[in-house]
């Protein structure tokens, strides 16, 4: 790709400093509601405004919720079909699900319901059998993987909201934090607390947008090789990691756990989600999945815009005090998933460094709290 065709993630529609400020928006609306919990004997964890999920205080135990959409990963698989012969619905099913569970279980829940929010661009979409069918047998199978029951659902015909033949996939998680002491808010993080990456397994569900529009600027498009040979399209639908397994067997293990970052939306920047100010120190970076170093590489994206957008290898990041390094590695490889001590926390202003690259972010580029 020539210079000149240089890609952004604002040029492919998604600009995060548009977005965020709806966010901040909207939290201090929320924010407002909370007194409406008193009539129900019950009260909101103030701190979990503005992390992954939102908890609720019941009493004997907390109750954890979130609502999260796929985003436009449907759209890829719709478009690689004719290359695989595969709809690939029952991996987007997995991401839709990830996109939720991977989020409360960062407070420390274990997930118990989830429920479907599947809109179409109108009755046409569900006459196609097969990809109806790989997307409730792989939405159940993704429930069963984490434990929880899948409640029911919506499947509204939105002509007009939703373009015709396309569907917007969404999932609600509520999870439940027994005993209360798993509860995982970030009160315990602390400079000398260690940064353990657990790898991702490609782009998951973020930066599609992205990965959408270099493919119209490709050749061959979805059908062009990566460097270990597969398809690009092909590469894209990798399911993401449910992570929800390794949270639980370390806290069932009694594992400290200070906080936790779901690296999607805003990359790396994520690891500075917490609100206080920290410096958080990156020593060393995982393995580049081929198919986000090809992205990298032909959308001319250098290393701040592409760790600054992307996981860039980097799923999930655990902060847990060093005594603890070893058993978050042991427990994620046991479980199939590499992981890596990968940096520290430190007393200083609240930032990102990544050393290996020389990269910094600044707090301000990750505006996430009112």
Not at 120 to 138: H, I, K, N, P
Not at 237 to 262: F, K, W
Not at 268 to 295: C, E, Q, S
Not at 306 to 316: D, I, K, R, T
Request: include cysteine.
């Amino acid at each position: 790709m020539s210079e000149d065709r240089k890609i952004t993630y604002k040029d492919s529609g998604v600009d995060y400093d548009r977005i965020d400020p709806l966010k901040i928006m909207a939290q201090r609306a929320a924010a407002g509601t909370a007194g409406n919990l008193a009539a129900t004997g019950f009260s909101e964890v103030a701190e979990s405004r503005g992390e992954s999920a939102y908890v609720v205080d019941m009493g004997e135990f907390y109750v954890a919720s979130i609502l999260e959409c796929l985003g436009t990963k449907s759209l890829v698989a719709d478009a690689v079909r004719p290359l695989t012969g595969k709809t690939g619905y029952d991996r987007i099913a997995q991401d839709t699900i990830a996109m939720a569970v991977n989020d409360i279980v960062t407070v420390g829940a274990r997930p118990v319901n989830i429920h479907a929010y599947w809109a179409t661009g109108g009755s046409d979409w569900f006459s196609d059998q097969e990809r109806m069918r790989d997307l409730v047998e792989g939405w159940a199978r993704a429930c069963d993987a984490v434990g929880a029951s899948w409640g029911g659902g919506e499947t509204p015909g939105l002509a007009g909201v939703v373009a015709p033949g396309a569907i917007d996939l969404a999932a609600s998680c509520v999870g439940i934090i027994r005993p209360k002491e798993r509860l995982i808010v970030g009160r315990e993080l602390r400079a000398g607390d260690r940064i353990v990456i657990i790898a991702s397994s490609g782009i998951h569900a973020n930066g599609i947008s992205l990965a959408r529009r270099l493919a119209e600027t490709l050749p061959e498009g979805y059908a062009t090789r990566l460097s270990d040979g597969r398809l690009y399209g092909e590469a894209l639908l990798d399911p993401t990691i449910l992570y929800s397994a390794l949270v639980q067997e370390l806290l069932d293990g009694g594992v400290p756990v200070h906080y936790i970052s779901n690296i999607t939306g805003h990359g790396w920047r994520k690891l500075m989600r917490h609100p206080a100010p920290f410096t958080y120190r990156v020593t060393a970076i995982p393995p580049v999945p081929p198919v986000l170093a090809f992205m990298q590489a032909e959308a001319r994206m250098d290393a701040a815009e592409a760790y600054g957008s992307l996981n860039m290898g980097a799923g999930f990041a655990l902060f847990v005090p060093p005594e603890a390094v070893a058993a978050v590695i042991g427990t994620s490889e046991r479980l199939g998933i590499a992981a890596m001590d990968a940096g520290r926390v430190e007393e200083g202003p609240k930032e990102v460094i990544i050393e290996p690259l020389a990269v910094r972010y600044a707090g301000e580029s990750l505006n996430l709290r009112a």
